[in-house]
């Protein structure tokens, strides 16, 4: 099974701010199979980055994934105040799919 | 519009059983493999089970397989997952979730979830 370490557990900043996310995994993610979610409080998860680096539908520019094999990183350029929340990586390239613990994004 | 609307929920003692289901509108239904995610108290998410669009594949995780049954029945768009045995480790939310394209698992369209609960 594929773990995914995310970092830091709590990040705290300011609107305005640059916001940098980590998701290391245990071992290699092939064709970069790494998507990212943001979960607000009673909202079930939404999709922000699938392949690594490409932004589902609607998703504003000012997020941007990066990475491959076993680091990826999720950049929030310019965070809004609707950009607080959760956010989880998640590996879909070996069985059984695998999500990170999270990455809780605070105002500071 | 695409939606997931799940049901059956609640409290169950440990070592019973609960069948949840997921009713999908605004998409062919029969044409996707669906999944259950579901999210623990204060933590993160843990995918439980896979069914392929016709009923052909399914997969589970380790940590129900052998008492949870995933299905589907496409006459009525809607997905089931029978859960047997139950223990107080699976209480979580538990989320119907839809693959954003074909032979793909990463998910566009969640469910709003359902609770299930699992105490004496």
């Known amino acids: 099974e594929s773990v995914l370490t995310q970092s830091p557990g709590t990040l705290s900043l300011s609107p305005g701010e640059r916001a940098t996310l980590s998701c290391r995994a245990s071992q290699s993610v092939r064709y970069s199979y790494l998507a990212w979610y943001q979960q607000k409080p009673g909202q079930p998860p939404r999709l922000l980055i699938y392949g690594a680096s490409s932004r589902a539908t609607g998703i504003p520019d000012r997020f941007t994934g990066s990475g491959s094999g076993i680091d990826f990183t999720l950049t929030i350029t310019r965070l809004e105040p609707e950009d607080f929340a959760v956010y989880y990586c998640?590996?879909?390239?070996?069985?059984?799919?695998?999500f990170g613990r999270g990455t809780r994004l605070e105002i500071k | 519009e695409v939606q997931l609307v799940e049901s059956g929920g609640g409290v169950v003692q440990p070592g019973g059983s609960l069948r949840l289901s997921c009713a999908g509108s605004?998409?062919?239904?029969d044409g996707w493999a669906l999944h259950w995610v579901r999210q623990l108290p204060g933590k993160g998410l843990e995918w439980v089970s896979f069914i392929a669009w016709d009923g052909s594949k399914t997969d589970y995780a380790d940590s129900v397989k052998g008492r949870f049954t995933i299905s589907r029945d496409n006459s009525k768009d809607s997905l089931h997952l029978q859960m047997d045995n139950l223990r107080p480790e699976d209480t979580a939310f538990y989320y119907c979730?839809?693959?954003?394209?074909?032979?793909?698992?990463?998910?566009?369209?969640w469910g709003q979830g359902i609770q299930v609960t699992v105490s004496s």
């Open positions: 979730v839809k693959p954003y394209a074909a032979f793909v698992s990463f998910f566009d369209v």
């Open positions: 605004g998409f062919t239904f």
């Open positions: 998640q590996q879909y390239d070996t069985s059984p799919i695998t």
